[in-house]
């Protein structure tokens, strides 16, 4: 079992005198900068326009945001939160000519670390603090007096002391509240993408699309699909996330059970586990990494494009009015 950290095994007055830089005021940059500050940190953020909405929004929440590049050389920690598809070109250009020794590199995921798109130099310590929720629910548990779960690694220990900022970091974002386990950045990275592709965003909507197209394609009305194939699924999760796989079907009827546990491995059977398997490799071989890259650098045309297409399927129509009925009015 993998050990977790807590409040008492973190200590934030490692941080007395030091300022924490966070790059990005977006999803996470909005909720880990407020709550470090919260939590007493010396918090600067960084952004590469002063006339944007995330701008506002820091200004607005009692920030003075600098430039990238000033937010680098004032940063004890630079902690990057833009989105990973930027962070090595920001880096290059804004935040390498200030990287000396005895600074910290930080962030929230792996992926430039890990595939070598950022090369940070060999006397800083590079860290990673990754919030298990996005931006919004990590904002909201700290209000409320909790915090949201959290993983910590670190890639280079060049202080002797990595492991014990990453701690200090996350408790100042309220994570150790709810506990911490520590990764590796190789870990992280290779485990995030593949649930992200294979199971809670890939997996999931091409699940639920499947589900309906084949109930209307059937004959029923699509509204009546759209309840049974999607709308219910949150209601699902909610059981498993509270208390695990078996809670939700002590909490469903016994013909939804047996009807489960019956028929669902016969739609995620050894044909599916071997394309899982294929996906793992693309991400453990950096296949994936350098496709996400190459579109990237393309313009992202084909990303654009699913975009486009995916937006007018009948089940996004059919769900946006239903969705309505939900709303207080």
């Known amino acids: 079992m993998a050990k977790i950290y807590y409040d008492e095994d973190a200590n934030m007055s490692m941080f007395k005198g030091k300022i924490i830089s966070v790059i990005g005021y977006g999803i996470q940059g909005r909720a880990q900068a407020l709550n470090a500050k919260e939590s007493g940190m010396d918090v600067v953020v960084g952004l590469r326009t002063n006339d944007s909405k995330t701008y506002n929004q ?52 792996g992926f430039n670390i890990h595939f070598k798109r950022i090369i940070p130099p060999n006397d800083i310590d590079v860290i990673m603090v990754a919030p298990k929720s996005p931006g919004a629910g990590v904002r909201k548990t700290y209000v409320e007096g909790f915090g949201t779960p959290a993983l910590i ?32 950045f190789q870990e992280e990275t290779e485990t ?13 909507a091409e699940l639920i699309k499947a589900s309906f197209d084949t109930l209307v394609k059937a004959g029923y009305q699509p509204e009546i699909a759209y309840f049974e194939t999607c709308h219910e699924l949150k209601l699902i999760v909610d059981l498993i996330q509270e208390g695990g796989i078996e809670n939700m079907w002590n909490k469903v009827s016994n013909t939804a059970e047996y009807g489960g546990r019956t028929r669902g491995k016969r739609i ?36 654009n494009n699913m ?13 946006a009015e239903l969705r309505k009925m939900f709303k207080k009015k």
Not at 162 to 183: Q, S
Not at 307 to 319: F, W
Request: charged fraction near 30%; proline fraction near 2%; glycine fraction near 10%.
């Open 58 to 109: 820091a200004v607005a929440d009692g920030f003075n945001p600098v430039s990238i590049e000033e937010a680098a050389k004032k940063g004890n920690v630079i902690h990057i939160l833009i989105p990973d598809e930027t962070q090595a070109d920001v880096y290059e250009k804004s935040i390498k000519p200030y990287i000396k020794k005895g600074k910290a590199l930080m962030f929230s995921h």
């Open 153 to 184: 690694a670190v890639y280079q220990n060049a202080s002797g002391k990595a492991k014990e900022k990453a701690l200090a970091f996350a408790k100042a974002i309220g994570a150790t509240r709810a506990g911490v386990i520590e990764t590796t």
């Open 192 to 204: 995030d993408l593949f649930g992200e592709q294979v199971d809670l965003c890939g997996g999931t």
């Open 268 to 303: 995620i059977n050894e044909k599916t586990k071997d394309t899982m398997k294929e996906i793992l490799g693309e991400i453990q071989s950096g296949e994936f990494a350098e496709e996400w890259v190459n579109e990237c650098k393309g313009g992202m045309k084909n990303l």
């Open 307 to 319: 975009r486009e297409e995916e937006a007018n399927i009948q089940i996004e129509k059919v769900g």
